[in-house]
């Protein structure tokens, strides 16, 4: 099937850093990617919506300056948690839907943990 | 997306089939049946989909009531890898359609 992958699965970094995390389709091209993150038994809440060559469109509440999205190519967009603080801490989870099936794949997720 | 209703959890035996439920009675004529499953720390799987037709794949299969208002996802033989929470999502296949996730059914298989 259809392969997903980020990186890093799992990253920690001190207060007041920025983190990128890669998504990336390894073996099809995704116009569209969307990124989740999960707290801890909680289900996941959708963050935003990116196209391809185009600016990411982002569910309310979550803030565009602070979740850096890029989609620079069919096969690859990446978030930048800038300035991160403890309260980001969680698992982001991306998924990328197939240019020609229109299906969705997920990836491992990132559990990113701020000291 | 129409909202999907999901028991919180349950317990099924290993070796037992699972039968789990979802409500969606608000589902519209094109929006499709959608199960995936998230083991813990993990991304979700993908499991099966269906339009209005039941559904068999090598890890489930899927009965969709005639009135399309709610369905079943059934494993077959569970066994204890099978411990994740599934979630039943309907949606429409179409371009940028988001995936929006509800609590999802906690589902622990017991030896």
């Known amino acids: 099937g259809a392969v997903v992958s980020q990186h890093p699965s799992r990253v920690i970094c001190k207060s007041g850093t920025s983190v990128k995390i890669e998504c990336r389709s390894l073996?099809?091209?995704?116009?569209?990617m969307f990124w989740y993150r999960q707290f801890p038994k909680q289900s996941l809440m959708l963050m935003a919506t990116?196209?391809?060559?185009?600016?990411?469109?982002?569910e309310q509440g979550v803030e565009k300056d602070k979740f850096l999205i890029n989609h620079a190519s069919l096969t690859l967009s990446t978030l930048t948690v800038t300035s991160a603080h403890p309260e980001d801490s969680s698992f982001y989870i991306c998924?990328?839907?197939?240019?020609?099936?229109?299906?969705?794949?997920f990836g491992e997720g990132s559990r990113l943990t701020v000291l | 997306d129409a909202k999907t209703t999901q028991p919180t959890s349950m317990d099924c035996a290993e070796g037992r089939a699972a039968n789990l439920p979802c409500n969606h009675s608000t589902i519209s004529g094109n929006e499709y049946v959608y199960w995936y499953r998230q083991i813990h720390s993990q991304g979700p799987q993908y499991i099966i989909h269906g339009l209005k037709n039941n559904e068999t794949n090598e890890m489930a299969s899927l009965i969709i009531t005639e009135d399309r208002k709610s369905s079943t996802l059934i494993l077959p033989h569970a066994t204890l890898r099978d411990t994740a929470v599934y979630y039943c999502?309907?949606?429409?296949?179409?371009?940028?359609?988001?995936?929006?996730f509800g609590g999802g059914t906690r589902v622990l298989v017991k030896p």
């Open positions: 999502i309907v949606r429409v296949k179409a371009a940028g359609n988001k995936l929006t």
């Open positions: 998924s990328a839907r197939s240019y020609d099936t229109g299906e969705l794949f």
């Open positions: 990116s196209n391809e060559g185009s600016k990411a469109t982002y």
């Open positions: 073996d099809f091209q995704a116009t569209t």
